[in-house]
């Protein structure tokens, strides 16, 4: 967050000269007065009398960030949010970052202008010390995914659990040649200890791990029909392959019987999150507790907001739902 000071050096005027315009002194010239006026836009300062003012401000509103609204593992955990913030008289403001640092500052702005009450976040983009400022300004509460240096209120599963328990149902299945996909790890620390579940079922059990079995930057149906297209067309082909997403499961589903590969003998299939498109296509998949983990998300943010003593972190369960894919 910016400071008084910090405005003074952007405009190139003295620290007393900020001081004076801030207090609407009379005897400052014009030319100095618009230089602090523009460093102050473009630093988004906000002088600690309005501070103060905006942090009484009370818009019964909280805000959620979600990296695509057109993911049904978000659509739904948004859903019973609204719900449960009903109960207690908020509303909520969906916000979609598309998985961009820039836009996640955009909306974390919300907050620090007091457009909103708190903010959650369901992904995170950015590394915590350009997130950590905002705090101040009001809750923040994290769920689903999460990072050692936030302290602030999470709700998350452990995802090295997740990983391996959709690789370990593999292997008992028989398979012992298993591909690993999932979107970014650079960005996401949960696709990175999802990897490392992954790994530990395989290293658990002796089987070997193929570099060209992992896949990447998968989030979507569209992904998943590229990434069956390249297991294709590896010399040295997978058995089965565990993905980090329903969604990504149902392309490799569509793509492996439209090439006429038979599931699972030909290739098996994991999903991940238990959506409604993994039942009515019969994929096997490791569910969240989704509904558990909304409501606790808006319990602890409703406490946040009203002052109250709040978790710091919440740890659910996942189940592994065997269907026809496996």
Known sequence: MATIHDVARLAGISRTTVSR????????????KQKILNAMKQLNYVPNSSAQRLRKVKTD???VFVPRITNPFFSHLVEVM???AAMYGYQLILCQTQYSKKQEVKFLELLRTKQVDGVILTSIENEWRHVQPY????PIVICNEYDDEAHV???FLNQVEGGYLGTKHLIERGYKKIAYCAGSER?????????KGYELAMKETGLDINEDWYQYNAISIEDGKKVFHRIKALKNRPEAIFTGSDEVAAGLLKAARDSGWRVPEDLAIVGFDNQPLAELLGLSTVKQPIEDMARHTMQEMIRAIQGKDHKKV?????TLIHR???
Do not use: M, Q, W
């Open 187 to 195: 960005r996401s620390r949960l696709t990175r200890d999802r990897r």
């Open 21 to 32: 315009v801030l207090n609407c002194h009379p005897y400052v010239a014009e030319e100095k």
């Open 135 to 138: 705090v101040n300004e009001g």
């Open 61 to 63: 509103t909280i805000a």
């Open 82 to 84: 609204e719900n449960e």
């Open 314 to 318: 919440t740890n659910l369960s996942f």
């Open 324 to 326: 026809t894919t496996t």
């Open 153 to 155: 209120p999470s709700i």
